[in-house]
């Protein structure tokens, strides 16, 4: 039988980092795993022939029924803060690294399966996923890759007919997760806590050495790569935060030191903007709330600092104050990027004084109303810039018609100074940066519920839509709408 992945070029240098940092495991079999969907673009990519995706080798070795030639299967030992309280080990509990692999261009790419069984790190849990949130998680990586913000993706989405006890019985599925490296700020914590510092630098520098190689073998490359860390942090929440992302669980664990969205559990896209919306049903005291985002990112960056401080110094108090001027750097990172999003989105191309507060004016209108957010900013590109111009597409929507009213002469008067009335090229900028298409939850339910069907179809034609999330696509526009009234209270919890 020819083997899918006899192209891989495997490079498992995590592995090699010792038993300090990871236990081998294999993974558990699956009960008659069939396969629901396989990412062919993204396998393009890693130099496997997308032709191999359906052969039953590949359902085999992405299922976990069969050893991946050439992978060194691992879990790797974390730890985190959760809901702000520290927890002193976690791990990865029901995802296991198959193996390290290079494309053709030479890029490090991580082949995990997330649901494959047991490992020593899943304490009373089982290690499986379910189809349900398998399939958001498949979905969601590439949503977000396609919008432009980094993130995990997904190439394989396998079911079988494991039994697996949540809330009900459902059906267990595992995934195949893809991402330069799956690494977090709980990998450095827990050595930190444990009282092993001299555990971080070998970590560090498989980090650096991988994946910023420009700072390889520098003698302050530690402090370099952190001040990145916190950049890219912060960079990523303003992301998040334009397209109306709600993570969920921002726990330390879940934090990319490469500044990716990871780990896709109570996630969600804003439907009606609430500025104080809480996406994740099991997070009572609203910790991780839309609004809330930025300064969780600051606070996850200051405890990567802490558990990284012997990397900086060997005298403490030295230490802690280049980690101080490090997280110094969060703030104006977050601010500019965000407020040029922002400014982006309501179609300004000028930097001005006064830009905070119009675009502050315009969410707390969005907000005041529950306006859609998504559509909301969609509909703005088509107001013309002109006074008395016809402004329908979006007055006759908002139900704060008055603050938009006040609100309104002002954007006009702003894009004029800037660039007359070019109506039809700013709405054009508006539109390549204002998505049309997001993965709202009731369109992500839809995909789960055909799924726990047995069919892949709706996740077919939903990625085809997420993949253009700025396109007009006219023959899809039902997916572009506010969900139906009995879809508008749909929740999700931490239990996957």
């Excluded at 038993?19 to 993204?42: D, G, I, K, Q, S």
């Excluded at 952190?226 to 664990?253: I, K, P, Y």
């Excluded at 049903?281 to 012997?310: M, V």
């Excluded at 603050?403 to 700013?426: S, V």
């Amino acid at each position: 039988m020819i083997q899918p992945l006899e192209p891989l070029r495997f490079d498992n240098r995590l592995a090699a980092l010792g038993e300090a940092y990871a236990t081998r495991v294999a993974p558990t079999p699956l009960r008659e795993p069939r396969l629901l969907h396989a990412n062919a673009a993204l396998a393009a990519q890693l130099g496997l022939d997308p032709g191999a995706l359906h052969s039953q080798a590949f359902v085999e070795i992405f299922a976990g029924n069969r050893p991946l030639p050439g992978g060194a299967p691992l879990a790797t030992l974390y730890a985190g803060h959760q809901f702000g309280v520290w927890v002193p080990q976690l791990g990865d509990g029901r995802a296991i690294l198959l193996g390290q692999i290079r494309d053709a261009a030479g890029a490090s790419w991580d082949l995990q399966l997330k649901g494959a069984g047991r490992t020593p790190y899943s304490r009373f849990a089982d290690g499986r996923a379910v189809i349900r949130s398998s399939v958001r998680e498949y979905l969601a990586g590439e949503a977000m890759h396609h919008l432009g913000i980094p993130s995990t993706r997904a190439l394989s989405l396998i079911v079988g007919d494991d039994p697996v006890h949540r809330e009900t019985i459902e059906r267990a599925a595992v995934i195949c997760r893809v991402a330069p490296s799956h690494i977090r700020f709980g990998h450095f914590e827990v050595f930190y806590y444990r009282g092993q510092p001299e555990r971080l630098a070998p970590l560090a520098d498989h980090v650096i050495d991988e994946h910023f190689p420009a700072l390889r073998g520098a003698p302050d490359r530690y402090a370099r790569w952190l001040g990145e860390v916190v950049e890219r942090t912060a960079r990523l929440m303003a992301q998040w935060q334009s397209v109306g992302f709600c993570h969920g669980v921002m726990n330390t664990d879940n934090m990319s030191v490469l500044g990716l969205t990871l780990d896709y559990g109570p996630y969600g896209f804003l439907d009606a903007f609430d500025a104080h919306h809480i996406c994740n049903h099991s997070d009572e005291g609203g910790r991780y709330a839309y609004d809330r985002q930025p300064a969780i990112g600051y606070w996850n960056c200051s405890r990567l600092l802490q558990a990284t401080l012997p990397l900086l110094d060997d005298d403490e108090n030295r230490a802690v104050e280049i980690a101080e001027g490090l997280l110094e750097r969060y703030g104006p990172v977050y601010g500019e990027t965000v407020t040029a999003r922002w400014r982006a989105k309501l179609g300004l191309r000028e930097a001005r004084d006064d830009d905070a507060a119009l675009i502050n004016r315009f969410l707390s209108l969005l907000h005041q109303g529950r306006a859609d957010f998504t559509l909301s900013f969609r509909r703005l590109a088509a107001v013309p810039a002109a006074d008395g111009g016809d402004a329908a597409a979006l007055r006759d929507w908002l139900p704060a018609v008055e603050a938009f009213d006040a609100w309104l002469p002002d954007w006009r008067a702003r894009l004029r100074a800037e660039d007359g009335t070019d109506d039809a090229a700013r709405a054009a900028r508006m539109n390549a940066v204002n998505p049309k298409y997001v993965l709202r939850n009731h369109l992500a339910q839809r995909a789960i519920e055909a799924a726990e069907r047995g069919s892949g179809a709706e996740i077919e034609r939903l990625l085809t839509i997420l993949r253009r999330p700025y396109d007009e696509q006219p023959e899809h526009e039902a997916y572009a709408a506010e969900p139906p009234a009995d879809a508008r209270h749909l929740t999700v919890s931490c239990s996957s």
